[in-house]
Structure formats: structure tokens, C-alpha cells
């Protein structure tokens, strides 16, 4: 069993940033991809970036492009995301994910592992 540890959140003035981070723990890993959820009071979960294995292929969400940054440390099996200019509308709770899934998935359900959390709140 995989295990994932975020941290990094909390509350930001708008324009502010923060920098998320996920580290994977538990059982042998193999390749997997790694993506960051987020889902704000009364709306779904919604994929904001992912990234592959090698990260040769980079995923972002259209309202995050240009002002969040996904990146990871295979050696330490830690993924990041640095989150700049951030908005009252990017306030949520985030979670990291990894998938066994060959290639990049934004897809919820192909995600076989979770964090528990960790809360952005951005002020206006």
C-alpha cells in the first residue's frame, strides 16, 4: 500500500503563493504518474495538473496555466506543485494522486492512491 503526505497549504493573500508538496511512502514504486486534485465547497473534484514518470508530459488545468508549476523528485518520490498568483477562486481543498495508469491521466478513477488533503484558502 501506497502511502501520500501533503503539506504546504494554508491561507494567502490574493496574488500570494504557495508551494504544495506530496511525498510517496509505502510499498515498492514502481512508475507511476502523479497528479494534484483540487474541490472547492459544492463542486467536484477537478484535476489542476499532472505529470508523468519521466515528465516528459506535463498536464495543466486552462484557469491554472502560466501560475501553477508541477514538478517531482523521483529520488525522493515527491511531486510539488508551486501555485503563484493565486486567486480567491482557487480555494479548495487539494489533494495528490498517483496512477499506475501508463502515460497521463487526468481522470479521477484511474488515480489508485490519494493524500488526505490539504487546505488553500486565498483572501481577497
Known amino acids: 500500500q501506497v502511502q501520500l503526505v501533503e503539506s504546504g497549504g494554508g491561507l494567502v493573500q490574493a496574488g500570494g503563493s504557495l508551494r504544495l508538496s506530496c511525498a510517496a511512502s509505502?510499498?515498492?514504486?514502481?512508475?507511476?504518474?502523479m497528479g494534484w486534485f483540487r474541490q472547492a465547497p459544492g463542486k467536484e473534484r477537478e484535476c489542476v495538473a499532472a505529470?508523468?514518470?519521466?515528465?516528459?508530459?506535463?498536464y495543466y488545468r486552462d484557469s491554472v496555466k502560466g501560475r501553477f508549476t508541477i514538478s517531482r523528485d523521483n529520488a525522493k518520490n515527491t511531486q510539488y506543485l508551486q501555485m503563484n498568483s493565486l486567486q480567491p477562486e482557487d480555494t479548495a481543498v487539494y489533494y495528490c494522486?498517483?496512477?499506475?495508469?501508463?502515460?497521463?491521466?487526468?481522470?479521477?478513477?484511474?488515480?489508485?492512491?490519494w493524500g488526505q488533503g490539504t487546505q488553500v484558502t486565498v483572501s481577497s
Open positions: 494522486a498517483i496512477s499506475w495508469q501508463p502515460g497521463i491521466t487526468i481522470i479521477e478513477r484511474e488515480y489508485n492512491s
Open positions: 509505502g510499498r515498492a514504486l514502481r512508475t507511476y504518474s
Open positions: 505529470i508523468t514518470w519521466s515528465g516528459d508530459r506535463i
